[in-house]
Structure formats: structure tokens, C-alpha cells
């Protein structure tokens, strides 16, 4: 009998030894360093969460190796491989073979923060740091280093223990090798509604510890969390050392053939340590295949491993995902979109060429092995295109139900939020016999104020009395959706969807991240309402705002600097005539909002005109942006021998007080010093007249498409109301205003009265005021100065310059 | 097919765009949701908008001027507007962008 030596007893040596015996003729001897046999390592999260023991996992215990006449050196590290003598030596001692296989696995990669080698801060990788997780107990506090899916199997486990558990990714959604950002939203959603603590786009810095052991985790940002254990799954490495110190050629892993030949005929290898035609493994259907080859070429068989699809689900209780396939867009690629919010389904095929390449579920995931079937098969599947996303079963059925999103809303959710009413009390009304609006106003006073929820009290009385109820047609956001402006914003409130992807996936996108018209206006609305939890997208923003400069017909900017209620300074005039010198401003104006216009600075040339005006104390005046625009004035008290008030003072406080912050459309104020008003305020959106007993504010002028006068809002005594008056106004109208509808058009919707009757509201007036701070603390900075630092600065520039070289 | 290596993948935003200067114009280079490359003329065939300022949804941009869409696969203009955008072949590999080395000795669009 000839000698086979097998290194390691992994999942793949478990199989080439059952294949191995089964054929016959060799004397094996099997090293492994952990002390014991082999086990189903994928099932080891199951064990961590209690809902296997290791017994029940164990594939190939000590029993079976003796039965198939193996020798075990089970807790025998091996020492080295001497491919001239053909002999392998561990810790006890030196044994030939004829041939030897390989099977050493993979390695835990450790980030290598500072104080990784503390005691507590272990992988996830074998049955040690199970045990040793397990032993964690009720109470304490770990962190999870990596949101892919072993991490995120070694929190659920830890979490269903009464661990407290945070998980801290990288990236920007969870498994995002796996999953798209939408499924990974979903996915997100589920772990923190189940209490667990989950932190993407976010990079560790450094491991804390006390007295040799760990304490917390550190992030770059400076935030601490708290941990007494620290588990870093971030992803392995194939275990190359032995084979690279035998001499053989490895790269990524130990290089082998389809026949699972190493450069040296005599050796083979199999499992996560391979690299086979660039490709890693770590999934485990192909390590079976490997083991199967492997065995056919040790008998002389012919067989060629062949790299096949392999698909992932997620062993979390609950979290039913699953990815098969090649899910990126690309050329010719199409999307088939299914989303359910009612159910917390997701599901997306990617299509080429009439076959399915690639599939993502989340939710709903029964048809995933048909699924993959398709894929592995590469079945056309034109016959069936327009109802393939249904799944095999699909016999026919009705179109989608766009009111899903109002259906899956709880009874306690508000739907009037001006007199605080909820569905389930409206839908109490309805089945009471309020059968229309008119009667579900008079008898719950829902959408009897501002208005805005009419559309979401109609699909209630749509949903909840059938056929018996026609939906008048009210004009959805764009095509993406069929719900109104109004019916999004109440949504993104009464649903707390706090990002793009809640928003796609709970109020049912029809696309995949929406288009030009819903994108901007769903920016606003989360940013309005979230603006702590929400990070504003670039992306999501019309080009103005994304340059912080206005676009021209000739793709040139203007750039216009802030001068605070009109007021300047021989310095800052001298400061914007040179930069007009140095960048070769064509035209210079004075706009009619009391400042300087340079118009057709090129787009490369923004942020070094942007240094040089901050430079002299200027920040951006924000004449591009759906947000204050100018705070004009005359001069008031200071000069004027009418002037009742410092109207000058008070503009610029207002404009101190308001610039930087993002509203439904742009915003325009001044103030006059007197009723002959030559700041022309009552065209603004904002118009303050001071008179000699204080100051009349007015609301819902306009000067443009539409001429309006202002109505008056309020008058009051003291500069200070002036102003808290002014921002609350504000604030109301950056909270339930459609985007791109300016006050005036907003104020016609909801009617002065009710405006009048919120802002008189002591409480509900200082509650506005504080919302408007607390957003200002986030958004109240100079978009030119940060964009004028380097990092940033070179985003404008274009990303190659090709230019100068030749053509072939 | 040559290629020419114009950069990283992490130097275009998501949904975003950057522009890449030739001897006969600029082209626009997006990075869609998914981080599939596209290359096309920047300039828009109806007023000469700068494509790679305009908002990018799904796999199309619309252009910052007067909302005109384009299929980045294709080059068509969407919807009732009629034109055509050049477009070249581009792709990703180990986090670098590649196109087409064609587009040096390309007209002036």
C-alpha cells in the first residue's frame, strides 16, 4: 500500500477522505493542529447562537478515521515538508508518503490596529473562539469588527445570548460582497430592530485596553464603544507558509492545477488555501468538488475541478437572505425590481442576453434555489421574462397594490400631524360610516388643517372601503412612484425612514434609486426632517448646489460672496475686484439683491477664487441654492432721516442668523426702515417694514413668474420677536412645504390661518425655533472654505488630463 | 483593444460623475450605484450641456441644463427628446477605470 499524508482535517480533507477510502490502496495519515476531528465549520454559528452543540456538528469523528484505517495525529502541529526525501515532519516525528495533500485552510486576518494582541480580542474561526464567545454571558458588551457574513453570524449568535453587541463596518452597507445596498439596507433594518447596535462606513482606529486586556474600541472619529470582547471577522487569508517554505509556487494561495496538482506532481492541494485560476474559495460546495477531483486524480482518474456559481444565505435565524451570481449593472444587463415594504420583501434579478446571471433577495428568499438554478444553467428565459420574478409558482394574479405603503402603516402611526390623529383611528371613523373626506375631517379632524395628509386619509379611505371609494388622482412626485409630495414627506415623518434606501424600499420605488425630479426633492425632505440622522448626498443634488456656484448656459459659474444685509467694505472690494483680475472674470454685475456678481469663472478655477475670498473674510453667499439667498435693506436708522428702526442691523442678524441653511425653494428677506420701503420688502418672502412702534412682518411675496404682495404675519415690539418670528416661519415652511415650492405657493395650499394660529402657539413656536438651531448646527458652514482645502479642491479639476497624449 | 488607466474608482462619487480632458473635448466618466463604469461624450447634443454635472439615476444621467436623459448604455436620449450621445468602452479592474485608448483619436463631437 502506498502512503498518503494528508495536513490538515478540515471540511475538504473530511471528504477526500471518504472518497479516498472508498476507493482504496492508500495508508493515510491525517495531521491536524487543532485536537480534533472533523467538523461542519459553517455550522459553527448555529452552535454559538444555542441552536446546535458541537456533537451535532461533528461530520468525521475519531471512530470513523479508525474505522477507515486512519492514522490520526490530531493536535500535531506539522513542522515542515521535505519534497527531495518525501517525507513530512511534525512535532512527533517524520513519516513518508507517495503523495501528500494539503488541506491547511485558511487564516484569521487580524487588522493590525494598535492593541490587537490584547487578551479578549480574538477571530471568529474555530470551536475555541466559539467557546470563548459563548462564555461571554448575559449583560457584557462586544464589538464585532467586520459586517460581512461571518461577522455578522458571530453577532446574531452573541445577541441571542443577551450579549450587547455592536457591529462596526467599513463600508457603506452590510455584506456588501453579497448583497446590493438595498437588500443590505433591509437587512440593517432587521439587526437593529432587534436590539443590536449596527455602524456602517465606519473605520476602527485603535483597541483599547486595561491591564493587558480589552477595554473598548476606538473609531476615527473618536467615538468609543465599550467592549469586553472584541471579535474581528473581516475575512481570511489561505494558509500558505508550509507550502511556500516546501518550495512550491504560490501566490494569493498555493497555485494548483484542475487535476489540484501543485508545481510539484507529487503534491496536491485542496481547500480555502488554493488559488486555482486567480479565484480564493471560502464558500463550501467548492471544496467538495475539490476533494472529489482530488481523490479521482490519487486513483489516475481523469477529472478537471471546474469553478462553478455558488450562492449565500445568511445563517441568522430570521434574516432570510439570499444572493446567487453576478448582481453589478453593467452594458446590456437588465434589472427586474420587486419590492413589497408591507412584507419586507426585496428581491432584484439581473438579466444578460435573455438568462439570468444574478440574483439578490431579502425577505421572501423560497425561490432562490430555482433561482440559482437558472443561473447555474444558463436557461433563456424569454418565455417567461415578464412574470419571472414570481418565482416557479406564479399562476397568474393581480397588478402590484401601490397603496402598500399606507396598508403596511401600524394603527399608531400619525397621519395628521397637525391634530395628532393616527390611522387606526381614522380607519375607526371610516368603518363608523365616514365614507369620504368631508366626513373623516368632521369626525377625526385628520387633514382639516394644513392639508398636506389628504392624500394619504383618501388612500386610507381607498384601502379601507374597497371599491366603494374612488381615489381622485392626485399628481404623484414623478414617475419613480405614485405618491404625492405631500403623502412622501408625511411618510418619511410618520415612517421615520431616515435614508434614499429606506425611502426606495418602504414607500415602494418603482426604480432603483429614483431619477433627476424625486431624487433632490427626497434629499430635502430627509435632510429637513433628519437632520442628524441624515447625511446629505451630494449626489442627490442639481449641479448648483453640488458646485456651490451657478451653472451658465456656456457650462461657466457665477460666483457670488455673501455681503451681509448689503453692507461692504473698501477690503472686500478690493478682494473681489482682484480676484476678478486673476481669473479673467468677463462680466462683473451688481445683483439685485445688494451684492457682486462674477460671472463665467470656469468650473476648475472655483476653489482657488473661493480661497482667495475667504481668504479676505468672505463665505458663500449662496446665490445658487434652494436655501436664503439675501437679506436686502436700506439704511434705516443709521443715516436716513425717515428711518423709524436700524433696519440695516436687523437685516444683517436675520441673514447671520438664517444663511447656510437648505429650505424647499429659495428664499428671499429684507427689511425697510420705514413704510416707504425702499428695500422693497413687500415682495419678499420674508418682508419686515419697521414703523416707529416696531415691526410689521410680512409673508408670501413674490417678484417673479407671480407678482404678490406680502400678508402681514405678525407685528411686534422688539427686535428679538422680529427675528424668532421670522425663523419659526421658516422652519414651518422648511417642515411641510413641497420642495420647490416657494411660500407664497405653499402658504395659498395651507392658508395664512393656520400658519398664524401655529406660530401664535408659544410652545409650538419656541419648539420650531429650536429645530431651526439645531439643523443650523449641523448645516451652518461655509460650503466654500471646506471646498477650497485640497482634498476637496481637486475634485473639480477634471480626472485625467488626456489631452497631450498621442493617438495610436 | 488598448485601454488607457484614467484613475481610481473611489475618485468618482457614487451616482457621480468626473470629466476627462482629450484633444478634441472633454468626456464624461459615471460611477453608477452598482460601481459600473460608463464613458461618453460630456456634451450634450441639444444646448452642450456638461453631462458629467448632471444627476446620475439608475443607468442614466440627466443633463444639468434642461433635463434632457440619457441611457449611458446606449447614448440615447430618453423619452420625446431625439439625440445621441457618443459612447466608449470602459470597465474596472483592481479598482482602477480603465477606457478605451480609442477615444484619444477620436472627432471632435
Same mark, same amino acid.
Given at each position: ?82 519534497? @527531495?526525501?518525501? @517525507? ?11 503523495? %501528500? ?112 486586556? =480589552? ?29 511556500? +517554505?516546501?518550495?512550491?509556487? $504560490? ?35 467548492? %471544496? ?48 427586474? =425590481? ?101 366626513? =373623516? ?11 398636506? &395628509? $389628504? ?28 405618491? $404625492? ?32 425630479? &424625486? ?78 456678481? /462674477? ?69 428671499? /428677506? ?7 420701503? &425702499? ?46 418670528? @421670522? ?7 422648511? +417642515? ?62 477634471? %480626472? ?9 | ?43 450634450? !447634443?441639444?444646448?452642450?450641456? !456638461? ?12 443633463? !444639468? ?45
Amino acid at each position: 500500500m502506498k502512503n498518503l499524508v494528508i495536513i490538515g482535517a478540515g471540511m475538504a480533507a473530511g471528504r477526500l477522505v471518504e472518497h479516498v477510502s472508498e476507493a482504496g490502496g492508500w495508508s493515510i495519515t491525517l495531521f491536524n493542529a487543532e485536537p480534533r476531528g472533523t467538523y461542519n465549520r459553517i455550522m459553527l454559528s448555529p452552535v454559538l447562537s444555542g441552536e446546535k452543540t458541537y456533537e451535532e456538528i461533528v461530520t468525521h469523528d475519531d471512530a470513523f478515521y479508525e474505522e477507515h484505517g486512519v492514522t490520526c495525529r490530531f493536535g500535531e502541529r506539522v513542522i515542515s515538508i521535505d519534497r @527531495t526525501a518525501k @517525507t513530512v515532519t511534525g512535532e512527533n516525528g517524520t513519516v513518508p508518503y507517495d503523495k %501528500l495533500v494539503i488541506a491547511t485552510g485558511s487564516d484569521p486576518f487580524m487588522i493590525p490596529l494598535p492593541g490587537h494582541d490584547l487578551d479578549g480580542v480574538i477571530a471568529y474561526r474555530d470551536l475555541e473562539d466559539t467557546e470563548t464567545m459563548m462564555g461571554l454571558g448575559e449583560g457584557h458588551k462586544a464589538v464585532v469588527i467586520g459586517g460581512g457574513l461571518l461577522g455578522l453570524e458571530a453577532a446574531a449568535g452573541m445577541h441571542a445570548r443577551g450579549v450587547d453587541v455592536t457591529v462596526v463596518h467599513l463600508m457603506g452597507h452590510l455584506m456588501e460582497r453579497q448583497l446590493d445596498e438595498a437588500a443590505g439596507y433591509l437587512l440593517r433594518k432587521e439587526l437593529v430592530g432587534r436590539g443590536m447596535k449596527v455602524l456602517c462606513s465606519s473605520n476602527s482606529k485603535e483597541i483599547l485596553g486595561e491591564n493587558g486586556k =480589552v477595554k473598548a474600541l476606538m473609531l476615527d472619529n473618536g467615538t468609543e464603544l465599550p467592549c469586553d470582547l472584541l471579535v474581528m471577522a473581516v475575512g481570511i487569508r489561505p494558509s500558505v507558509k508550509l507550502a511556500q +517554505e516546501a518550495g512550491l509556487a $504560490t501566490g494569493k494561495g498555493i497555485h494548483v492545477d484542475g487535476q489540484m496538482i501543485t508545481s510539484d506532481e507529487d503534491v496536491l492541494a485542496i481547500g480555502e488555501c488554493i488559488e486555482f485560476d486567480g479565484a480564493l474559495f471560502g464558500l463550501v460546495a467548492p %471544496l467538495y468538488d475539490q476533494a472529489k477531483v482530488a481523490a479521482a486524480t490519487l486513483a489516475g482518474d481523469e477529472a478537471t475541478f471546474v469553478n462553478r456559481e455558488t450562492a449565500t444565505k445568511l445563517k441568522v435565524t430570521g434574516c432570510d437572505l439570499f444572493s446567487a451570481g453576478d448582481f453589478a449593472d453593467g452594458e446590456d444587463r437588465e434589472d427586474i =425590481v420587486f419590492r413589497d415594504p408591507s412584507r419586507g420583501v426585496y428581491k432584484r434579478l439581473v438579466l444578460q442576453d435573455d438568462k439570468l446571471i444574478g440574483a439578490v433577495m431579502y425577505g421572501d428568499t423560497a425561490d432562490g434555489g430555482w433561482f440559482h438554478g437558472l443561473i447555474k444553467d444558463k436557461t433563456d428565459i424569454s418565455e417567461m421574462r415578464d412574470t419571472l420574478i414570481f418565482g416557479p409558482a406564479f399562476q397568474g394574479g393581480g397588478a402590484l397594490d401601490p397603496m402598500a405603503a399606507v396598508a403596511a402603516l401600524p394603527a399608531d402611526a400619525e397621519i395628521c400631524g397637525c391634530n395628532g390623529i393616527c390611522k387606526g383611528r381614522i380607519v375607526e371613523a371610516i368603518e363608523g360610516g365616514a365614507t369620504d373626506l368631508g366626513a =373623516v375631517q368632521a369626525e377625526t379632524k385628520a387633514s382639516s388643517s394644513c392639508g398636506t &395628509c $389628504t392624500g394619504l386619509v383618501e388612500q386610507l379611505l381607498a384601502v379601507t372601503l374597497g371599491d366603494e371609494f374612488e381615489l381622485p388622482t392626485a399628481k404623484p412626485v414623478c414617475g419613480c412612484t405614485d405618491l $404625492t409630495h405631500e403623502d412622501v414627506r408625511r411618510l418619511i415623518k410618520s415612517s421615520e425612514l431616515q435614508s434614499q434606501e429606506a425611502v426606495w424600499q418602504e414607500l415602494g420605488w418603482k426604480t432603483r434609486n429614483g431619477c433627476h425630479v &424625486c431624487r433632490p426633492a427626497i434629499n430635502y425632505y430627509l435632510l429637513a426632517d433628519w437632520p442628524v440622522e441624515y447625511q446629505d448626498d451630494p449626489q442627490s443634488r442639481f449641479v448648483n448646489e453640488r458646485k456651490h456656484a451657478n451653472i451658465q448656459k456656456d457650462g461657466t459659474f457665477s460666483v457670488v460672496p455673501r455681503m451681509w444685509g448689503g453692507i461692504t467694505t473698501p477690503d472686500e472690494l478690493r478682494a473681489i475686484a482682484d480676484a476678478a483680475d486673476k481669473y479673467n472674470v468677463p462680466t462683473v454685475k451688481v445683483t439685485g439683491g445688494q451684492r457682486i456678481d /462674477l460671472l463665467g469663472v470656469k468650473g476648475e478655477d472655483l476653489p482657488a477664487i473661493w480661497d482667495d475670498l475667504t481668504k479676505a473674510g468672505m463665505v458663500s453667499g449662496h446665490a445658487y441654492a434652494k436655501g436664503l439667498r439675501t437679506v436686502k435693506t436700506c439704511v434705516g436708522t443709521d443715516h436716513c432721516r425717515f428711518g423709524t428702526q436700524d433696519s440695516t442691523g436687523l437685516g444683517i442678524l436675520l441673514e447671520k442668523k438664517l444663511w447656510g441653511s437648505w429650505t424647499p425653494h429659495k428664499v428671499k /428677506l429684507a427689511v425697510s426702515g420705514c413704510p416707504r420701503n &425702499c428695500a422693497e420688502a413687500t415682495c419678499k418672502d420674508v418682508g419686515i417694514v419697521c414703523v416707529d412702534s416696531g415691526y410689521e412682518v410680512g409673508v408670501g411675496g413674490a417678484a417673479g413668474m407671480d407678482v404678490k404682495e406680502t400678508e402681514p404675519l405678525v407685528k411686534v415690539a422688539t427686535e428679538e420677536e422680529a427675528i424668532e418670528w @421670522t425663523v419659526a416661519f421658516i422652519q414651518i415652511y422648511r +417642515e411641510n412645504a413641497k420642495y420647490l415650492d416657494r411660500p407664497y405657493k405653499w402658504i395659498a395650499k395651507v392658508g395664512l390661518d393656520w400658519v398664524q394660529e401655529q406660530l401664535s402657539d408659544d410652545a409650538e413656536r419656541a419648539r420650531l425655533v429650536a429645530a431651526f438651531e439645531l439643523s443650523q448646527s449641523i448645516y451652518q458652514k461655509d460650503p466654500w472654505a471646506e471646498r477650497a482645502k485640497e482634498d476637496e479642491a481637486r475634485k473639480f479639476a477634471p %480626472l485625467a488630463d488626456l489631452s497631450l497624449e498621442a493617438a495610436e | 483593444m488598448s485601454w488607457i488607466d484614467i484613475g481610481a474608482i473611489e475618485d468618482i462619487p457614487l451616482r457621480g460623475s468626473r470629466k476627462v480632458k482629450t484633444k478634441e473635448g472633454c468626456i464624461a466618466v459615471f460611477r453608477t450605484a452598482e460601481d459600473t463604469v460608463f464613458a461618453t461624450s460630456n456634451v450634450c !447634443p441639444h444646448k452642450g450641456g !456638461p453631462l458629467n454635472e448632471g444627476i446620475v439615476h439608475g443607468n442614466k444621467v440627466t443633463c !444639468p441644463l434642461h433635463n434632457w436623459v440619457f441611457d449611458l448604455e446606449t447614448g440615447e436620449a430618453q423619452g420625446a427628446d431625439e439625440g445621441r450621445i457618443q459612447t466608449y468602452a470602459a470597465r474596472v479592474e483592481n479598482g482602477r477605470i480603465l477606457i478605451d485608448a480609442s477615444v484619444l483619436g477620436r472627432q471632435a463631437a
